[in-house]
């Protein structure tokens, strides 16, 4: 069984859509989750990183965590071109080891 | 600053070569990483520095031997390497293990012909 799920997607979103991508650990412990985002051939990047039950904005960006439900999401709004990507889920328990999601792939169709 | 640096970005070597790949971070953390990545797989761990200390080693096999000369460098040693070793090698560092952010380096994509 897979600890960190995605689906692989390509999920596809006209520009200036919002963005919906989802995550699902097993996990119950993990106490730390984290949005990449990956571009071909380039390293991952971190969007986002968020600790405790609820919303967390950054610009564009929203990232929802709900422990109870073991799921993490993240939102992209006014998508761009420019964030066609993977986006790597990555959550952190303990064992000092983080685990990564498949990732979803983005396409922002102009 | 979040910057992580590795050199070089782009390698080849023959089955009989020995190469180093390099990863610096000023950025006070004491967990370093290495990663292996094949195209449209996520990162997958290698090893973990924790204090310049070995804490994990995810069963890699010995062509491959990575070590910490101070809490800013890691290396990893390449030794007879087989053609499916080709990939993207990536350095991260976090304040500590575990729970902390991870930050990446650029990688280093490796071809072992």
């Known amino acids: 069984q897979k600890e960190v799920e995605q689906n692989s997607g390509p999920l596809s979103v006209p520009e200036g859509a919002i963005a919906s991508l989802n995550c699902t650990y097993s996990?119950?412990?993990?106490?730390?989750f984290f949005w990449y985002r990956q571009y071909s051939g380039k390293s991952p990047e971190l969007i986002m990183s968020?600790?405790?039950?609820g919303d967390k904005e950054d610009g564009r960006f929203t990232a929802q965590l709900n422990k109870a439900s073991q799921y993490v999401s993240l939102l992209i709004r006014d998508s761009q071109p420019s964030d066609s990507a993977t986006y790597l889920c990555?959550?952190?328990?303990?064992?000092?080891?983080?685990?990564f999601g498949t990732g979803t792939k983005l396409q922002v169709i102009p | 600053d979040t910057e992580v640096t590795q050199t070089p970005k782009h390698l080849v070597m023959g089955m009989t070569n020995k190469k180093s790949l390099k990863c610096e971070q000023h950025?006070?953390?004491?967990?370093m990483y290495w990663y292996k990545q094949k195209a449209k797989k996520p990162p997958e761990l290698m090893f973990v520095?924790?204090?310049?200390?070995?804490?994990i080693n995810e069963s890699v096999p010995s062509r491959f031997s990575p070590e910490c000369p101070n809490s800013s460098l890691l290396n990893l040693h390449l030794h007879a390497l087989q053609p499916e070793d080709s990939a993207l090698y990536l350095c991260?560092?976090?304040?500590?293990?575990?729970?902390?952010?991870?930050?990446f380096g650029p990688g280093t994509r490796l071809t072992v012909l």
């Open positions: 990555a959550v952190a328990g303990g064992y000092q080891k983080v685990t």
């Open positions: 950025m006070g953390h004491r967990a």
């Open positions: 996990d119950r412990v993990s106490q730390s």
């Open positions: 520095y924790s204090y310049e200390k070995l804490s």
């Open positions: 968020i600790y405790s039950n």
């Open positions: 991260a560092s976090s304040q500590r293990t575990g729970v902390d952010t991870q930050y």
